[in-house]
């Protein structure tokens, strides 16, 4: 069965970093855009990051830009979200996503509905 699973969630003060992981079972992840989503307590889901199937090309939301850093590393089969200077509104369930590119190796997606495969998520708290 194909699966997302992500890691590396849980609580960290303010300005403090965490890293998260996406980790695929049973396909590869060399064929996929990967991307980053976070839904914060009461409200919609948002797009965090993503990066292309050769992990050249990355988009970052607003929010994300210049705290967040998407990397790849497609012969382990997993794509990193690394997250510094976490501020409290970052609090959210953080869900990893992959889009089938087989035409391209340089789009990325903000959009959700281009994502055919999701993770369970897990929660991030910024708090102290």
């Known amino acids: 069965q194909e699966r997302l699973v992500e890691s590396g969630g849980g609580l960290v003060q303010p300005g403090g970093s965490l890293r998260l992981s996406c980790a695929a079972s049973?396909?590869?992840?060399?064929?996929?855009?990967v991307g980053w989503f976070r839904q914060p307590p009461g409200k919609e889901r948002e797009f965090v990051a993503a990066?292309?199937?050769?992990?050249?090309?990355?988009d970052y939301s607003d929010s994300a830009k210049g705290r967040f850093t998407i990397s790849r590393d497609n012969a382990k089969n997993t794509v990193t979200l690394q997250m510094n200077s976490l501020k409290p509104g970052d609090t959210a369930v953080y869900s990893c996503?992959?889009?089938?590119?087989?035409?391209?190796?340089?789009?990325?997606?903000?959009?959700?509905?281009?994502?055919?495969?999701w993770g369970q998520g897990t929660q991030v708290t910024v708090s102290s």
């Open positions: 990066v292309s199937r050769s992990g050249y090309n990355t």
């Open positions: 049973e396909f590869t992840l060399d064929y996929y855009t």
């Open positions: 996503a992959a889009a089938s590119t087989s035409f391209s190796r340089s789009h990325t997606f903000k959009e959700s509905s281009m994502y055919s495969h």
